[in-house]
C-alpha cells in the first residue's frame, strides 16, 4: 500500500468529481497493478503528523551554507569546467555575460531562475554546444531600470552566484538516520516560490535503476541561511541489507537528475 499526503490547489479534493478524476488519472497510469483506490479528507490531528521534519542532518546543512566553489569538500558532486565573464565592453545598452560550462538537463532553467531572482533581464542570447557535452552561452542583460550593471559588487555577486548554481544546481547525499540509510536531495526555491520540476520523478527512477526500494520520503521546505530549500528525504528499504555502496547511490541519482544516464 502507497500512502500519499497530497494537497490539491483547485481546492476542490473534497467534491465527487474532482476524486473521481483523480481515480482515472491514476488507474490511466497504473493500470491493472492498482487494485484500489481511495481519496480520503484527514483530519488535522493526522496532518500534524504528516508533516515534513524540520529537523536536517548537519552532512546537508552543512553543504547548502557553501556558496563558492572554493569552499567544496572534495569528492563533492559537481558540473565540471564552469566559467562565468562578465564584460561591458561590447554593447553600448547591455551587459554581456558569457558561460561556458557542462550540459544537463535543466540547463537554460538554472540560469535564467537565476537571473529572475537578480531582477534582470535578458533581451537576446546565443546557445551552442561544443565537443565533450559542453556549452557556450552569451546573453545581453540589463537591470529592470533598462541600465547595465556597472556596479563591480553587482556584478561579483551575480557572477559568483552563475558560477555556484551551474557548478552544483542540486545536492545529493546519502547519510545515516539512525540504523537506517537516508538520501537527501536539495534544489533552491525561487524567489517566486516555485521548486525545481521532475526531481522527485528523477530520484524514484535513479533508485530503481540500482535495484534500491523506498520505504518511506518527505518533501519539505526550509530556509538555510537567506534562501529557502526544497528537500527530499528518501529512506532507503535496506531489506536483508543495502547492497550498493553510498557513493553509487549518490553518482547514480546524480547523474539522473543531471540527464546523464
Given at each position: 500500500?502507497?500512502?500519499?499526503?497530497?494537497?490539491?490547489?483547485?481546492?476542490?479534493?473534497?467534491?465527487?468529481?474532482?476524486?473521481?478524476?483523480?481515480?482515472?488519472?491514476?488507474?490511466?497510469?497504473?493500470?491493472?497493478?492498482?487494485?484500489?483506490?481511495?481519496v480520503e479528507m484527514v483530519g488535522t490531528e493526522i496532518t500534524a503528523c504528516s508533516q515534513a521534519s524540520s529537523f536536517?542532518?548537519?552532512?546537508?546543512?552543512?553543504?547548502?551554507?557553501?556558496?563558492?566553489?572554493?569552499?567544496?569538500?572534495?569528492?563533492?558532486?559537481?558540473?565540471?569546467?564552469?566559467?562565468?565573464?562578465?564584460?561591458?565592453?561590447?554593447?553600448?545598452?547591455?551587459?554581456?555575460?558569457?558561460?561556458?560550462?557542462?550540459?544537463?538537463?535543466?540547463?537554460?532553467?538554472?540560469?535564467?531562475?537565476?537571473?529572475?531572482?537578480?531582477?534582470?533581464?535578458?533581451?537576446?542570447?546565443?546557445?551552442?554546444?561544443?565537443?565533450?557535452?559542453?556549452?557556450?552561452?552569451?546573453?545581453?542583460?540589463?537591470?529592470?531600470?533598462?541600465?547595465?550593471?556597472?556596479?563591480?559588487?553587482?556584478?561579483?555577486?551575480?557572477?559568483?552566484?552563475?558560477?555556484?548554481?551551474?557548478?552544483?544546481?542540486?545536492?545529493?547525499?546519502?547519510?545515516?538516520?539512525?540504523?537506517?540509510?537516508?538520501?537527501?536531495?536539495?534544489?533552491?526555491?525561487?524567489?517566486?516560490?516555485?521548486?525545481?520540476?521532475?526531481?522527485?520523478?528523477?530520484?524514484?527512477?535513479?533508485?530503481?535503476?540500482?535495484?534500491?526500494c523506498i520505504f518511506s520520503a518527505e518533501i519539505g521546505r526550509h530556509?538555510?541561511?537567506?534562501?529557502?530549500?526544497?528537500?527530499?528525504?528518501?529512506?532507503?528499504?535496506?531489506?536483508?541489507?543495502?547492497?550498493?555502496?553510498?557513493?553509487?547511490?549518490?553518482?547514480?541519482?546524480?547523474?539522473?537528475?543531471?540527464?546523464?544516464?
Amino acid at each position: 500500500m502507497d500512502l500519499f499526503f497530497v494537497t490539491d490547489t483547485r481546492e476542490l479534493l473534497h467534491t465527487r468529481k474532482r476524486k473521481e478524476d483523480t481515480y482515472e488519472h491514476l488507474k490511466t497510469i497504473l493500470g491493472n497493478a492498482m487494485i484500489s483506490c481511495d481519496v480520503e479528507m484527514v483530519g488535522t490531528e493526522i496532518t500534524a503528523c504528516s508533516q515534513a521534519s524540520s529537523f536536517l542532518p548537519s552532512a546537508i546543512i552543512d553543504m547548502l551554507h557553501l556558496d563558492m566553489p572554493v569552499e567544496l569538500p572534495s569528492g563533492s558532486l559537481t558540473c565540471s569546467n564552469v566559467s562565468v565573464t562578465i564584460d561591458n565592453s561590447l554593447s553600448p545598452g547591455h551587459t554581456l555575460v558569457q558561460i561556458v560550462c557542462q550540459d544537463h538537463k535543466g540547463l537554460l532553467y538554472d540560469i535564467m531562475r537565476t537571473l529572475k531572482d537578480y531582477n534582470i533581464q535578458v533581451s537576446y542570447g546565443r546557445f551552442s554546444r561544443r565537443q565533450r557535452g559542453n556549452c557556450e552561452i552569451d546573453l545581453f542583460i540589463m537591470q529592470a531600470d533598462g541600465k547595465k550593471i556597472v556596479d563591480p559588487s553587482k556584478q561579483n555577486g551575480l557572477s559568483s552566484r552563475l558560477w555556484m548554481e551551474l557548478l552544483q544546481p542540486l545536492r545529493v547525499t546519502v547519510v545515516s538516520r539512525g540504523p537506517d540509510t537516508e538520501l537527501l536531495v536539495a534544489n533552491p526555491v525561487e524567489l517566486s516560490g516555485k521548486g525545481r520540476p521532475l526531481v522527485f520523478h528523477d530520484i524514484t527512477l535513479a533508485l530503481k535503476m540500482l535495484d534500491i526500494c523506498i520505504f518511506s520520503a518527505e518533501i519539505g521546505r526550509h530556509m538555510i541561511g537567506d534562501r529557502e530549500w526544497e528537500v527530499y528525504r528518501v529512506l532507503l528499504d535496506e531489506g536483508d541489507g543495502l547492497s550498493v555502496p553510498r557513493n553509487k547511490i549518490e553518482e547514480g541519482v546524480w547523474k539522473l537528475l543531471m540527464g546523464w544516464e
